[in-house]
């Protein structure tokens, strides 16, 4: 920034929430919240800043959120820390410091909050944002991840927002499932190596599962004959993975199998799966999860196993659009003459104690004034309190949608905005 200019931006790839669109971002986190409650889920709150070494650990070291694009600096004490890229490792981390992973068991978590990534920024795509977290901690019961899906679906269902499901199953880490499976993938990438994009060529050896990942049309290209992890995995992960299948169906949620769903992260066993809205673009995963069972011990804890989701609040919104944002404001006073201001002051207190929006104008301004702002607000009524209404006992109510208006009591004014 030129030295004499004194105006800031937010910095590159993030963004200020401001109202009227912070209504919905709101109203969002606390439906997610209260749907996941309802389903036993309980808020956790872990720091935004983790030791470096719980994602290094955590997410996995050849992961590309890992080696790209954390947030890592050093503190006064020389101590490497990095802000949190996701959610489940921390959350993983403290079950284990602080002994939950003892039980009573699955421990089920639900948190909100916000990520940091250092990613190219684009529609949907930012270096800070906000996700929406549930994990099920202790239990590797087919029933978990039928739940942990199911309460996902829900969630978009009373948002009002049509997903598509997509899910798979990636197998354990085992000669006899997935790693056994990575030898065979390897050897077909090696024989295609020449017809990939060089960024995936340089993943072979590395995370060659990543390459279903790739958006470059040549490697996309090679992978449509790829050969497919759901004919590679073992008995026990294909009957965990068909008894989720069997129980989804039982609930009425639809899903599309997706052999080719690989996630971002080292961490994914078994169940895999993502939600993918219409209208994004290319970024149109609105959340994505899945099972994690050898997660806990690689951060030192003990076998305990895992599985959950993360959804992008930011894309969720984008994909809703901009419908009319909740105004919690019923009404909203119109008040002439100090006397009237004073009395509105306080009948505008009472009712928010009885649970009703009201609003005031605390400028002194004059009548006109007042009433745009009233119409501003959003309200659905103005109440109207000259010296005249004042001098009664009574007040103007008007309708801002069908412009009637009616004189009526104070006294009555509750009743009236609750009936
Ligand atoms: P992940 O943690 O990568 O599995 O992502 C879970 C969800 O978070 C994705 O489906 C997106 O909706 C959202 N998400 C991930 N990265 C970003 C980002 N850089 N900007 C906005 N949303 C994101």
Redesign the pocket.
């Known amino acids: 920034m030129a030295e004499n200019e004194r105006s800031f931006r937010a910095p590159r790839?993030t963004f200020d929430v401001l109202p009227p669109q912070s209504w919905a971002r709101s109203a969002l986190a606390r439906l997610a919240m209260d749907t996941f409650a309802l389903s036993g889920y309980a808020p956790i709150e872990t720091p935004i800043f983790e030791h470096t070494e719980v994602f290094e650990r955590g997410v996995g070291a050849t992961s590309e959120?890992v080696t790209k694009q954390m947030y890592t600096f050093t503190d006064r004490a020389g101590r490497s820390l990095t802000l949190r890229?996701?959610?489940t490792a921390g959350i993983v981390r403290a079950a284990i410091e602080h002994g939950l992973d003892r039980g009573p068991l699955p421990l089920k978590l639900a948190c909100i909050g916000p990520?940091f990534?250092q990613?190219r920024?684009q529609k949907?795509?930012?270096?800070q944002?906000?996700?929406i977290d549930i994990e099920s901690l202790g239990s590797d019961d087919p029933m978990v991840d039928a739940e942990i899906v199911e309460v996902g679906v829900r969630f978009f269902r009373k948002a009002g927002l049509d997903v598509q499901l997509l899910i798979n199953s990636i197998g354990h880490v085992a000669e006899s499932c997935r790693l056994g499976y990575n030898k065979v993938l390897v050897e077909f990438l090696r024989a295609n190596e020449a017809a990939l994009a060089p960024d995936d060529r340089a993943r072979i050896e590395t995370n060659p599962l990543r390459t279903f990942d790739s958006k470059d049309a040549r490697t996309v290209a090679v992978m449509a004959g790829a050969p497919l992890i759901s004919d590679h995995i073992c008995d026990d992960c294909r009957a965990h993975f068909s008894a989720v299948l069997d129980l989804l169906i039982s609930v009425n949620v639809s899903f599309e199998l997706e052999p080719r769903l690989v996630?971002?992260?080292d961490y994914y066993t078994r169940t895999t799966f993502?939600?993918i809205a219409g209208g994004l673009g290319s970024?149109n995963?609105?959340?994505?999860?899945g099972r994690y069972d050898g997660l806990a011990e690689s951060l030192g804890g003990g076998s305990l196993t895992g599985i959950g989701?993360?959804?992008?609040?930011?894309?969720?919104l984008l994909a809703l659009g901009e419908g009319a944002p909740p105004n919690p404001v019923t009404v909203y006073f119109v008040a002439l003459g100090e006397a009237a201001r004073r009395e509105a002051f306080k009948v505008v207190a009472s009712l928010r104690e009885s649970g009703i929006g009201a609003d005031l104008d605390l400028g002194a301004r004059g009548m006109k004034g007042q009433m745009k702002d009233a119409d501003r607000s959003g309200a659905r009524w103005a109440a109207i309190l000259g010296e005249d209404e004042l001098a009664t006992g009574d007040v103007t109510l008007k309708d801002l949608v069908g412009g009637e208006q009616e004189r009526i009591r104070m006294d009555d004014l509750e009743r009236r905005l609750t009936s």
Not at 124 to 127: Q, S
Not at 285 to 289: R, S
Not at 309 to 316: K, P, S, W
């Open positions: 790839g959120v890229p996701e959610l990520q990534r990613e920024p949907g795509r930012y270096r944002f906000t996700q996630r971002g992260l993502e939600f970024q995963a609105v959340g994505g999860g989701f993360a959804l992008g609040v930011d894309r969720i």
